[in-house]
């Protein structure tokens, strides 16, 4: 699937990563994660002590920091001003501010140009919440990946070494609101999307599908 773009967006939680990353590993695809880098932006401007929820100050600084992702599907990386923070972007300070920081057009329009960019000439699986809307529109395949958010909690909480699930699903649950309620690239299922609820699915039932979906297509 050389050239290819498949594009798989959807809310938080629902098997996106786990599922890209087999699926490009599987085809020998590169796999990027937008989401790492809105949380690595999120990251940054934490640590230099912008308040998250001033959008002015936000987008005043959306330029600042150096993003690096590395799109090997078996260790994809993500640097900022050349440091590794791929354990960092995943704490409880990121999850509460990513959304808002996120929503600022001015960051988004920073972080579209850098993916498109490194989608370059294809050949690679893409995860987000506005890839198939507005970052590669002309993506062979899109997926749009959802599952109940009891699932979604559940399998998440499991990730962080049991947290607790109500509260997990509960940060999930708002993130998803104001992903989908920003003006800004909205989530949304981007047209000609096929729908895929993993709920009832293993992430193996979901990784075939997906690898069988994108062979139609090659
Ligand atoms: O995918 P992940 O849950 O790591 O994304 C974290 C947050 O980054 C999302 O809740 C959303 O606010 C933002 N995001 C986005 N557009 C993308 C990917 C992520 O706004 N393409």
Do not use: F
Request: proline share 4%.
């Amino acid at each position: 699937p050389e050239n290819v773009v498949v594009a798989v967006d959807g809310t938080s939680g629902s098997g996106k990563s786990s599922t890209c990353r087999a699926v490009a590993d599987r085809l020998g695809m590169r796999y990027l994660d937008t989401g790492a880098q809105y949380r690595a932006i999120t990251w940054w401007m934490l640590r230099n002590g912008i308040d998250v929820h001033d959008a002015d100050a936000v987008a005043a600084h959306a330029e600042a920091p150096v993003l690096v992702s590395g799109t090997d599907p078996l260790a994809p990386t993500i640097t900022v001003d050349g440091d590794d923070v791929s354990v960092q972007i995943r704490s409880d300070e990121v999850n509460a501010a990513v959304s808002p920081v996120s929503a600022v057009p001015a960051v988004r329009a920073r972080l579209v140009a850098l993916q498109r960019t490194l989608i370059g000439d294809g050949g690679i699986v893409v995860e987000g919440r506005d890839i198939g809307s507005v970052v590669w529109p002309d993506a062979q395949l899109k997926v749009y990946l959802t599952a109940d958010p009891s699932a979604r909690a559940a399998r998440r909480a499991l990730e962080n070494g049991g947290a607790d699930l109500s509260a997990t699903q509960e940060s999930l649950l708002a993130r998803d609101k104001i992903d989908s309620g920003r003006a800004v690239a909205p989530l949304t299922m981007a047209d000609g999307a096929i729908h895929v609820d993993s709920t009832e699915l293993s992430l193996e039932e979901v990784v075939d599908l997906v690898v069988g979906l994108v062979m139609e297509r090659v």
